[in-house]
């Protein structure tokens, strides 16, 4: 096999995930070049490469003006910056590892699809919880036949109040004209995820939802603007963003201090003063909703819901057939033992447990070394040939969370169709 050369336009923790699964198997994969505004995410990539000729770039447009110097370009860059660095690479001549979203404007995202069709290049979307062992085990199940024809799909995400404020109350997707919709910069993985079970179109969708909880008036009496400055309910506030410098350290501070790891509590203490992530949760300029449901049409009379809360830890779903219903998730996990459990309406439960290779299931880590072995795969194989991420089905996966925002603000029931090729006027 020749290996693939790999360069990456962000050098922040998604790359750096996908990069380091990739260097252990440098039968398919060479680290070649990253680019990224801050030095040490690029020396932090040149580390993981191995490779004395790895080529460290300031800037995005530095690396694509170095020529094709790649086989994939990797883009893990913040989300408003998707659009323009991938078509950067499919015009230079890369192939395409896309983090997701495809981008924040529907617009975009057509167009990415457009302009990967016309330059016959590839561009594979970093949906990686279709490689999480726990989902492919549902989608064997559902194949399979054992439900018989499938009638419905229920799938939940709980967010994690944690995570909600660290992401969409303090951090990068809180506000969503400087983002994109909850929807989308969160949930784009459940939409898709739905669709690629139930494997077939949307043909319309409704919305509901708003923030409600994470708001001023929602503040304890005399909280501070920051929890740096002595808030009154500090020792008590599960929001209380001293908690970087405590037990929400470890997981949490790297994806926004790269100083995380080696940094002294003052230095944390003294970061948090100025940082968005300082801020009281209450007193931000977030506007990301904290809940939202969605109910989904799919062709042939399938029917699906999903709902995003910020008040719950883990994914769910439930799957409704004519011969049985399957049911797993985070809760299921924790409490009975058993990621899944079949249901069939006449017969004994059925249990099943999965095991990723890095130990997890619901949460994004627990697909990316399936993501990685399929990013190979999937760039050798004959033309015309479909990706297991491709855009073929991940722009439909899109529509949906995108009209679905629209049916939510408009309060009106959307058609994917109509929807699309509104849109497509535009791209």
């Known amino acids: 096999m020749k290996p693939l050369k790999l360069a990456c336009i962000g050098c922040g923790s998604r790359a750096q995930t996908y990069t380091s699964l990739a260097a252990k198997q440098p039968d398919r994969f060479e680290v070649v070049a990253g680019a990224d505004p801050v030095a040490a995410r690029v020396e932090k990539l040149r580390q993981i490469s191995g490779r004395a000729d790895f080529r460290g770039f300031a800037s995005a447009e530095a690396l ?39 981008s924040t404007r529907v617009e975009q995202v057509l167009e990415i699809e457009r302009l990967a069709r016309q330059a016959n290049r590839r561009v594979m979307v970093c949906f990686v919880l279709r490689f999480a062992a726990f989902y492919r085990k549902v989608k064997e199940i559902i194949q399979s036949g054992a439900l018989g024809e499938i009638t419905g799909i229920q799938a939940n995400e709980g967010v994690m109040p944690w995570h909600q404020a660290h992401s969409f109350v303090r951090g990068h997707w809180s506000v969503v004209g400087k983002s994109s919709p909850m929807i989308i910069s969160k949930c784009c993985h459940d939409t898709d995820i739905v669709h690629w079970l139930v494997g077939r179109r949307c043909l319309r969708v409704a ?14 009496a005399g909280a501070p603007a920051r ?78 819901t999903f709902t995003m809360t910020a008040f719950e830890n883990g994914r769910h779903i439930e799957v409704y057939g004519t011969r049985g219903v399957l049911k797993g998730g985070e809760t299921y996990h924790r409490h009975f033992g058993a990621h899944l459990v079949f249901f069939p309406h006449e017969g004994e439960p ?46 439909h996966s899109h529509l949906i969370g995108f009209a679905a925002e629209e049916a939510r603000v408009t309060g009106r029931t959307i058609s994917i169709d109509e929807f699309q090729r509104r849109h497509a006027k535009g791209a």
């Open 350 to 395: 059925v249990r099943y447990t999965v095991q990723a290779e890095d130990g997890g299931y619901e949460l994004h880590g627990g697909g990316d070394p399936g993501l990685v072995r399929a990013l190979y795969d999937d760039m050798t194989k004959p033309a015309g040939a479909p990706l297991e991420a491709g855009l073929d089905s991940t722009v």
């Open 64 to 102: 694509l003006a170095a020529g094709k110097i790649a086989d994939v370009m990797i883009v893990a860059t913040q989300d408003n910056d998707h659009y323009r660095h991938c078509t950067g690479a499919l015009r230079a001549g890369y192939d395409v590892l896309l983090e997701k979203p495809i």
């Open 227 to 304: 929890c740096t400055d002595g808030c009154p309910v500090g020792d008590s506030c599960a929001y209380n963003a001293m908690r970087y410098t405590t037990d929400m350290r470890a997981v949490w501070l790297p994806m926004v201090f790269d100083r995380a790891k080696d940094a002294s509590t003052d230095e944390i203490v003294a970061w948090l003063k100025t940082s968005p992530w300082g801020r009281c949760v209450y007193r931000c300029d977030n506007d990301a909703v904290d809940r939202q449901v969605l109910a989904m049409e799919f062709e042939g009379g399938v029917t699906g």
């Open 207 to 220: 919305s509901f939802g708003s923030l409600e909880y994470f708001r001023p008036e929602r503040a304890p």
